[in-house]
């Protein structure tokens, strides 16, 4: 799965999971993978099956340096989805230690700070293997908060869709309306929430 990833050790790669759903944060990773580390099975996360996933977040984070961040909903809502992914990548790399002489963002664009030179790669997670590595990370880790959600919110099943558009999400959105961490900018929550008016003629 590794065959064309470029490996520089030492380089950060950051990379988002979540910007789709309508529930729950995004989450970033930042990760610099180390000389000698074996890239092989990484790969862009949403190529990956879950037990993959978490197979390899378990090597990555024991051998690589690594910083996770989310973003909230009300974060998102404030600043809108694209910015509130760039605010938590840009807060992952501001964390690793000692600071990475460059960082490859996945995207078109880049956060507003960065602790070193960077630069932006479209579908870098299926180009660089630190981008990939914290596409692993990030997704893993948004996962696993979807899960704990899923017992503070039974009613909705964000364990199966983890807070995307789903037929069963819309479901129960029409049964019992957003819950504290869906994301009110979002349209579907937004209409449920301030429904058009129909006047009589």
């Known amino acids: 799965m590794a065959e064309g990833l470029i490996h520089i050790p030492g380089a950060a790669g950051a ?35 879950p037990h993959q996933r978490e197979a390899l977040a378990i090597r990555i984070r024991a051998s690589a340096l690594w910083w996770i961040e989310r973003s909230e909903p009300a974060e998102i809502d404030r600043l809108n989805i694209l910015w509130a992914s760039m605010a938590a990548m840009e807060r992952a790399l501001f964390h690793l230690l000692p600071t990475p002489a460059h960082a490859y ?16 790669v479209i579908k870098g997670d299926g180009k660089y293997a630190c981008i990939a590595a914290a596409s692993i990370l990030a997704k893993v880790e948004r996962d696993r908060i979807m899960v704990e959600y899923a017992k503070e919110y039974p009613e909705y099943g964000f364990d199966r869709h983890f807070g995307y558009p789903t037929p069963e999400h819309f479901a129960a959105l029409e049964k019992h309306g957003p819950c504290p961490i869906h994301r009110r900018s979002f349209a579907p929550i937004r209409d449920l929430e301030q429904p058009s008016l129909i006047f009589d003629s």
């Not at 970033?28 to 990484?42: D, H, M, Q």
């Not at 880049?110 to 960077?118: A, M, N």
């Open 15 to 49: 990379d988002e999971a979540g910007r789709g759903p309508l529930a729950g944060p995004v989450v970033a990773a930042a990760v610099v993978l180390p000389e000698g580390f074996s890239i092989t099975g990484i790969n862009d996360s949403k190529k990956l099956e």
């Open 105 to 120: 963002i996945d995207g078109n664009r880049l956060p507003k700070k960065l602790p070193c030179p960077g630069e932006w």
